[in-house]
Structure formats: structure tokens, C-alpha cells
């Protein structure tokens, strides 16, 4: 079975300052992964997905992701933060099974603290 | 230009009264999913549809079941809510996976409280 592990609930950042949000996950084949940011009360966004290719992928909002199968691992970064940055972020994986669509499985989530 | 859109986005019902959630899409995807998601926890994939064809997650209750009447449309119906099921509902789309898997487009979610 797929899972997602983000091990850090709560991350604190000065803004300004860079940031990077752990994710690593477990898929049997080729993970298809994406962050997603979620603030509070809203649906999830999409910040950057992970299919195939270049290993390093650019999002939106400066964020960017590199994955690396030797660590299973998919962690996003940002060069320096903005305030707006203050959100829960979600690593999520997904793939297809035999014939229909996946759901994506997601991580517990970090939630992001943006510091003056 | 919201694309996928969930009415109401805040809903209260009383223990024990159905309800149904409805989300709708202008994006024309093939597939929409249905999450919950409680109080500070990842949204967890309730089931979807691949067009017309229905796929129920092992773990999701009885009490959940779905409608989709068209493409554009998708509902969640809730036959006795209990207290547990009060959380965030989250409605998804993508494409045709045939195509290789793409981005799921997430609505604003509805809300559900339980009295």
C-alpha cells in the first residue's frame, strides 16, 4: 500500500528566510507526487506535481520540489518566504491500479508559521 | 472562474437527518473524487467516479454513497449523520487517466457540522 510520511506537523519560519518541508513516501512502481497548500477554510491548491523527467520541478508561487528515489523522498523548498506563505502543505501521492483512477494519498501535513 | 464549485460551503444538520453535498466542475474532467477531512488531519479519499463507473474505497462507511447524474454534477449523500462524520468535505477532479495520471483540481470544500 502507498503512504506518504511528512515528519515535521509544525514548521516556523522568519520571513525572508528559506524554507524546505520534508516528504518521503512508499509506492511499489513509479510514484506520481504533488504538493498541495491548503489555507485555512479552503480547498487544496496545487503547488507542483512530479511525473516523470527532470527531477527537479518548478511550481508556483517560487516553490520547487526535487525527487530522489535513492531517499524516497519529494521535499519542497522556497528560496525566502512571504508572509502569505502561512498555510498547511500536503505531500500526496498517486498512481493508477489496474484499469480506473487512483485517489491520491496524502501526508498528515506541515503546517507553516511565518515569523516577522 | 471557479472551476470546481461546492455548494453550500458550510452545511448543519442534525444528528440522524440526511444530507446531500453536491459539487459541480466547468472543466469537463472524466473523473471526481470525493475526501474527507477532519480537524487537522489529511484529507482521506472517500471514492470516485471514471465517468459513469462508481469505485467505493474498502473503509468508507455505508452511510456514504454518491450520485453522478451527468459529467458537469457529483454528489454525497449522507444517510444518518453521526457526530463523527461533522468535518470538511473536498471534491476533486482530473482527467482521463489513460492519458497518464494528471493533477487532481480541488473545490473549496463544504463544511459539515452535526447537532
Known amino acids: 500500500a502507498q503512504s506518504v510520511t511528512q515528519p515535521d506537523i509544525h514548521i516556523t519560519v522568519s520571513e525572508g528566510a528559506s524554507l524546505e518541508l520534508r516528504c518521503n513516501y512508499s509506492y511499489g512502481a513509479t510514484p506520481y507526487l504533488f504538493w498541495y497548500v491548503q489555507s485555512p477554510g479552503q480547498g487544496l491548491q496545487l503547488l507542483l506535481k512530479y511525473f516523470s523527467g527532470d527531477t527537479l520541478v518548478q511550481g508556483i508561487k517560487g516553490f520547487e520540489a526535487e525527487f530522489k528515489r535513492s531517499q524516497s523522498s519529494f521535499n519542497l523548498r522556497k528560496p525566502s518566504v512571504h508572509w502569505s506563505d502561512a498555510a498547511e502543505y500536503f505531500c500526496?501521492?498517486?498512481?493508477?491500479?489496474?484499469?480506473?483512477?487512483?485517489?491520491?494519498?496524502f501526508g498528515k501535513g506541515t503546517h507553516l508559521i511565518i515569523q516577522p | 472562474d471557479a472551476m470546481v464549485i461546492q455548494n453550500p460551503r458550510y452545511q448543519v444538520t442534525q444528528f440522524g437527518k440526511p444530507v446531500t453535498l453536491s459539487c459541480s466542475q466547468t472543466l469537463n474532467h472524466n473523473v471526481m473524487y470525493w475526501y474527507q477531512q477532519k480537524s487537522s488531519q489529511a484529507p482521506k479519499l472517500l471514492f470516485h467516479y471514471y465517468d459513469k463507473d462508481f469505485n467505493n474505497e474498502a473503509d468508507t462507511p455505508d452511510n456514504f454513497q454518491s450520485r453522478r447524474p451527468n459529467t458537469s454534477f457529483c454528489f454525497l449523500d449522507i444517510r444518518s449523520p453521526g457526530l463523527g462524520d461533522a468535518a470538511m468535505y473536498l471534491c476533486?477532479?482530473?482527467?482521463?487517466?489513460?492519458?497518464?495520471?494528471?493533477?487532481?483540481?480541488f473545490g473549496d470544500g463544504t463544511r459539515l457540522s452535526i447537532l
Open positions: 500526496a501521492v498517486g498512481g493508477r491500479s489496474g484499469g480506473g483512477a487512483d485517489g491520491l494519498t
Open positions: 476533486a477532479t482530473s482527467r482521463d487517466l489513460t492519458r497518464g495520471n494528471q493533477p487532481q483540481h
